[in-house]
């Protein structure tokens, strides 16, 4: 035995079978925290985890949540009613719930739905009244309106998206896959009961009902084709990197395809607010009430943020109620929603019952604690709310969604590849550029392979990427946009505490085999001609690379491996 190192040799003693996934970070989940400023120790003072809860027995009131108005079905009124708030946080505060999933520190589940929303069904069922039963109606609406192909990110508060096959299958996404992230349950208002208040720092307070909006003799009808982007859009990408804020809802582990465009028909918003008189002089910010239930940290509200009067006022916020040809479907916010084109999508309230005139952006938490950017030094140590810039305009990105990411590829000298691109704020991609070397050189993706330009919309593209090498490479679509803002080359330069806006180049690895090289193409023709499959590429061959005969003619025409002078 090495007496320096004398755990090394093996004794009768083993070491615990999860240590090793400890050590290398395969557990991240379960390690302790080490505390360097209380002394030398070991793994021995592990930190207590969590316990899982289930909720007590706490306060209840089955009549507090009640449906607000008739033909308002799931619509419950917080915002009008401080008293009633204050009921809902104290029956909050009287019941213990289990803390969110692990999905970042330990592997994310192999099931569709991914995540249940466990804490936030529990939450509806302890508020009670008419929340108790919004989850499993949500869930009804999701599997009538969106396609079987949808990958259930979140059950509820529904998050889903489609598979990359699909993402861009089509310049215009069909209404069954276009993405959708939830943040309440899913009211059902009947069109003919519903109205909007416009109340605040207008002159003129007014209730609008949608007929009104849709009378042309008052408001000029508007269509617009619109990309819109989760601000959560390739997360997974910062999670592989670094585990971040770890809300299941807030944090839902998107892929490429939380982005989706669409073609909607509504009125302006600056159309409405002239008809109510305009804004008196103070009046910077319009707030945008949702009918969906919220809640944030034991707080119940309904879903409220804010956009300035100077993007109203450009014309670039919508109030629509058609997607696609087709009625807006009550999982995209029916009977109306808020479109604020080239925003991120968590400013396009659904089910909008309320526009209100303000001085200041609001203070609703999902304004002013949610969709915040920080610094890569903040995090859960020192974090602080006006520490993150708040997200608005949707910064240029793009992203590979053929191939996928590991997938063996077998080419003949060039690699078809396909994806999307996009910048918000009303700029457009200008130029799609992809490379095969990681990202020293780069292909210009031919312009009649980009789909229209649209001052608010993406553009898809496709192109044939030359590839001389095999074996794994690193693919890299990015974008140029019309302002000649590009994308940060590594996803490093984006992450951040609260995981929002992974802009970075993409990047896919995928293992190359050209075809168009003779050792190359008669290997593949000796797999196929023995009916064995080449995939996966880390299971052994199970018949000789070569002959003997080939092995002794190579050494005999080279020379030996070694020589003696």
Not at 539 to 549: C, D, G
Request: glycine residues 8%; aromatic residues 10%; neutral net charge.
């Amino acid at each position: 035995m090495q007496h320096d190192i004398p755990m090394r040799e093996a004794t009768s003693k083993f070491q615990p079978s999860d240590e090793w996934k400890l050590e290398q970070g395969l557990s991240g989940v379960e390690l302790h925290l080490l505390d360097q400023t209380k002394g030398r120790h070991t793994g021995a003072d592990a930190q207590a985890s969590d316990e899982e809860s289930s909720p007590g027995a706490g306060k209840s009131d089955d009549k507090l949540a009640a449906d607000e108005l008739p033909g308002w079905d799931g619509y419950v009124e917080w915002e009008d009613y401080p008293d009633k708030k204050r009921r809902a946080h104290e029956i909050l505060i009287s019941h213990k719930f289990p803390p969110p999933p692990e999905f970042q520190l330990a592997p994310i589940p192999g099931t569709n739905p991914v995540l249940e929303g466990i804490r936030w069904k529990l939450w509806h069922r302890a508020v009670g009244g008419r929340l108790a039963a919004i989850p499993e109606e949500s869930w009804a609406i999701v599997l009538k309106e969106k396609s079987l192909d949808m990958l259930h990110l979140l059950q509820f508060p529904y998050n889903g998206e489609p598979p990359k096959r699909l993402v861009t299958a089509q310049p215009i996404t069909p209404n069954p896959l276009h993405f959708v992230r939830n943040h309440g349950g899913i009211p059902s208002i009947d069109p003919s009961a519903w109205f909007l208040r416009l109340d605040g720092l207008v002159k003129e307070p007014k209730k609008l009902t949608l007929a009104d909006l849709q009378d042309e003799s008052r408001f000029p009808r508007m269509e617009r084709l619109v990309t819109m982007q989760c601000s959560g859009t390739r997360r997974f990408e910062q999670i592989s990197l670094y585990a971040g804020e770890g809300d299941e809802m807030i944090n839902a582990p998107w892929a490429e395809g939380a982005i989706g465009t669409a073609k909607y028909v509504g009125v302006s918003l600056k159309k409405v607010i002239k008809y109510c008189g305009g804004l008196v002089e103070k009046a910077k910010h319009l707030e945008l009430a949702g009918a969906d239930t919220y809640f944030k940290m034991n707080e119940v509200m309904n879903y409220v943020v804010s956009v300035p009067w100077s993007k109203v006022k450009a014309n670039e916020v919508m109030l629509v109620w058609e997607m696609n040809g087709e009625p807006l479907p009550k999982i995209h916010g029916a009977p109306l929603r808020a479109m604020v084109l080239g925003y991120i999508g968590a400013r396009s309230v659904k089910w909008l019952y309320r526009i209100t005139a303000i001085t200041e952006p609001t203070r609703a938490p999902v304004q002013s604690k949610e969709y915040l950017y920080f610094n890569q030094q903040v995090g859960k140590h020192n974090q602080r709310w006006v520490d993150g810039i708040q997200i608005q305009e949707m910064p240029v990105s793009s992203a590979i969604m053929s191939p996928w990411n590991k997938q063996v590829v077998v080419h003949e000298g060039k690699i078809d590849v396909k994806g999307w691109a996009y910048s918000g704020g009303g700029r457009w991609p200008e130029r799609v550029e992809v490379s095969a070397d990681g990202g020293f050189s780069w292909y210009m993706v031919p312009v009649e392979n980009l789909s229209p330009k649209h001052k608010f919309a993406w553009r898809t593209w496709h192109t044939s990427l030359p590839c001389d090498v095999e074996g794994w490479i690193e693919i890299v679509v990015r974008c140029w946009d019309n302002s000649l803002n590009t994308q940060p080359t590594e996803v490093r330069n984006t992450w951040n505490w609260s995981l929002h806006v992974t802009s970075s180049a993409h990047r896919i690895k995928i293992y190359s085999v050209n075809k168009s090289k003779d050792r190359t193409k008669a290997r593949l023709e000796e797999f196929e001609r023995r009916g064995m499959s080449f995939v996966p590429i880390t299971r052994p061959t199970e018949f000789p690379y070569m002959s003997w005969e080939e092995y002794e003619e190579y050494f005999n025409k080279n020379g030996p491996r070694d020589v003696d002078l």
